[in-house]
Structure formats: structure tokens, C-alpha cells
């Protein structure tokens, strides 16, 4: 398909070299005739949903893991990024499956679960699942990222290495602040977004804010959503195999999708 070719190329041209960085598209022998945008988090890359991705193709959904700008490449080329690069990347896969003829659906993990949200503001959605998402970060100096920046560019993550082609160890505080931004544009919104949606969450989550994604959910407008909350033994990636709870995670994923929409 021609655009996917194009996203691929443009991966490659910003300096993308490892197959798990790169955009994937995954189509069934036998479509049901429904897509899922998969969005990954600040700082990681498409394979982060690719355990997602895979068990969608099982149930013959498409499935379009998108790339976001700055991401699989290097730290410094993030600190150039906004964060409506990002979107626009997300609303091309959008209208690229649009004109294929299918009913789409996406699925975001932490800042890729807030772009979930700006696109259900701006598109038509099926159904959406938000995987950790947030309105706040953490850290009590996360508000301050703009003006820190210019002190202190990046800031240490360890990573393990397995991890390390995936995450970056340094993560921009340029790019923090374009998160902050996006929260800061959603948080008035969300009471307009009434697509059916599942939100998922941890009490273990070390990223977010305690009680953010619960405050994300109850936001929501519309009657069709579900909330459900893991452990303190889960991370704020739900979606990888670091998480304990990862096939649960995987499990509710697929259900979700599969139920039938409410009249």
C-alpha cells in the first residue's frame, strides 16, 4: 500500500534503522472490516503495541501501529518535535484507513492515550482504549519542563537492555513540555468525547500522577465506558511483557473491541 510505503520511507529518511521502530501495518486473510490505530508513549516506539497489534490480527482487525516524530531515532531529533507533529502523523493513518473503507478504532498507551483523545475530538471513532492515561505526570518538577529545558535538556531514565533499542534513556524535557501542552488542551475537552471506550490503569504506575487516569475516565462523556484499575505490582506500560498482567491486558483489549456497540 502506497502510503504505508511512504510512512516507512519517511521512518527510514529521519534516521529509523531498527525493524521494531518502524510503523507496522498488520492485514488479516479475512477482514471484519474494522482498523485499530495503535499509538505508542513519549519516548518508545511502535513495538511497544506490537503485543496489542499482534492478538487484534488474530480477530481480523487491521491493525496500523503508528510512528511518532522524533521517536526511534535519537533523543535530540525528540527535542525538535511538537506535539502537533505527532498528531498529524496519527490523523494521515486515519484517513489512509478512512479510504480503505473501514470503521476505525484506536488504541494509546500514556501520551499516545492522549493523542487517542485529540483524535476522538476531531475524528469519528468506533471505539477508543486508553492504557495509562493521564492529565498529570508525576514528578512535581514535570510542570516546570519548559523553563527547565534550557538547564537541563534531558533527563535519565534507566533502561534495561532489552529495553534499549526500543526506549530512549534520555528523554527530552522539550518533549515534556509539548505533553504538557496537550493535557493542558484536552483537560476542558474530554466531557465532549462520547466514544465507547475502555480506560485502563495501575496503581503502580510511577509516571503519572496518583488517580489521573481514574480523573481522565470520569471526564468522559457518553455512558459506554469502563474503567478498571491493576495493582501496585503493574507498571505504567501496561502492554509489554514486563507487565505481570500483560495477557489480562491483552484479554481486555480484545473483548472490548469485540462487543457490540450499544444503540
Not at 529521519?14 to 513519549?42: D, M, R, Y
Not at 503502580?204 to 470520569?218: F, L, M, P
Request: glycine content about 8%.
Amino acid at each position: 500500500m502506497q502510503w504505508f510505503e511512504q510512512e516507512i520511507e519517511l521512518a527510514q529518511r529521519e534516521g529509523v534503522t531498527h525493524q521494531g521502530n518502524l510503523p507496522f501495518l498488520l492485514t488479516p486473510t479475512q477482514t471484519n472490516g474494522q482498523a485499530v490505530l495503535l499509538i505508542h508513549g513519549f519516548s518508545s516506539s511502535p513495538k511497544e503495541m506490537s503485543a496489542v497489534g499482534e492478538i487484534l490480527l488474530q480477530h481480523q482487525f487491521t491493525v496500523y501501529g503508528v510512528r511518532l516524530p522524533g521517536h526511534g531515532t535519537t533523543p535530540e531529533d525528540l527535542a525538535t518535535r511538537h506535539a502537533t507533529e505527532w498528531f498529524a502523523t496519527i490523523e494521515r493513518g486515519y484517513l489512509a484507513l478512512l479510504a480503505m473503507g473501514f470503521e476505525i478504532s484506536a488504541a494509546g498507551l500514556s501520551t499516545g492515550a492522549l493523542l487517542t483523545l485529540k483524535l476522538a475530538l476531531q475524528q469519528p471513532l468506533k471505539k477508543m482504549i486508553l492504557l495509562s492515561p493521564f492529565l498529570q505526570l508525576k514528578h512535581p518538577l514535570s510542570s516546570f519542563a519548559t523553563p527547565l529545558s534550557y538547564l537541563i535538556p534531558y533527563q535519565n531514565k534507566t533502561i534495561s537492555p532489552e529495553e534499549a533499542p526500543f526506549y530512549y534513556q534520555r528523554r527530552p524535557l522539550k518533549g515534556v513540555a509539548q505533553i504538557n501542552t496537550l493535557c493542558k488542551q484536552l483537560s476542558g475537552q474530554i466531557h465532549k468525547i462520547t466514544v465507547p471506550s475502555l480506560t485502563l490503569a495501575s496503581s503502580g504506575d510511577k509516571t503519572i500522577a496518583k488517580g489521573s487516569a481514574e480523573k481522565v475516565y470520569k471526564k468522559l462523556g457518553g455512558r459506554q465506558k469502563q474503567f478498571h484499575c491493576y495493582g501496585d505490582d503493574v507498571p505504567h506500560v501496561l502492554t509489554t511483557a514486563e507487565n505481570p498482567q500483560q495477557q489480562d491486558v491483552l484479554q481486555r483489549c480484545i473483548n472490548f473491541f469485540e462487543t457490540s456497540v450499544e444503540s
